[in-house]
């Protein structure tokens, strides 16, 4: 069965560091790969996706990310963050034609 | 603007009472979904319809049921026999490029 981890549940860094949050699938095939936001009490947002080609991602808010298949790893980076980035970040895969698996999120805080 | 509106925002549901969360769209998508979202929890599939008239059961449908009447439509009835609808409910659709949009959500608690 398809499966999305993302080892992290809880992650806070200082404003201004460099943040990677870790996503790894398991399938058998390279899927189409997302990853979204969410703020509290919102719906997700979503900051990039991945169907095929360069395998680092631009996506909104500065953020990008980076396919790996030898890894079967989607890690989303961004190089400083900002006090307005903390809040839940869900990877999803999907599988071409099929639904959506999402991860279990990990949510960021943020120091100032 | 093109997107996805759910209303209402917040719901408050009595023992025994059944209640309909609204789910529109005007992006033009054939595929909409509903997902249950729990404190601290990733998303739950419970309905979605790939085409007008049409939908099929997600991985938590028991005690909810949908229609799909229009393809701009597809409410979800919590029924009395979901015994812990307390949640937040997410709607979505989905394009051709195979990327899911998400509406607000609706907070659904339990008088």
């Known amino acids: 069965a398809q499966s999305v981890t993302q080892p992290d549940i809880h992650i806070t860094v200082s404003e201004g560091a460099s943040l990677e949050l870790r996503c790894n699938y398991s399938y058998g095939a390279t899927p189409y790969l997302f990853w979204y936001v969410q703020s509290p009490g919102q719906g997700l947002q979503l900051l990039l996706k991945?169907?095929?080609?360069?395998?680092l991602v631009q996506g909104i808010k500065g953020f990008e990310a980076e396919f790996k298949r030898s890894q079967s790893s989607f890690n989303l980076r961004k190089p400083s963050v900002h006090w307005s980035d903390a809040a839940e970040y869900f990877c999803?895969?999907?599988?071409?034609?099929?639904?959506?698996?999402f991860g279990p999120g990990t949510r960021l805080s943020v120091l100032p | 603007d093109g997107g996805i509106t759910q209303s209402p925002k917040y719901l408050f549901r009595k023992e025994g009472q059944n209640v309909t969360l609204s789910c529109e769209q005007n992006l033009n998508h054939d595929a909409m979904y509903w997902y249950r979202q729990d404190p601290g929890q990733g998303l739950r599939l419970i309905y979605y319809?790939?085409?007008?008239?049409?939908?099929q059961k997600g991985d938590i449908a028991e005690g909810y049921s949908v229609s799909r009447e229009k393809k701009e439509s597809f409410p979800l009835t919590v029924t009395s026999a979901q015994k812990n609808p307390t949640a937040f409910y997410l709607c979505a659709s989905r394009s051709r490029r195979e990327t899911q949009y998400f509406g607000p959500g609706t907070r659904l608690l339990v008088l």
């Open positions: 999803a895969v999907a599988p071409e034609g099929q639904n959506f698996v």
């Open positions: 319809s790939q085409i007008v008239n049409d939908f």
């Open positions: 991945y169907f095929s080609g360069d395998t």
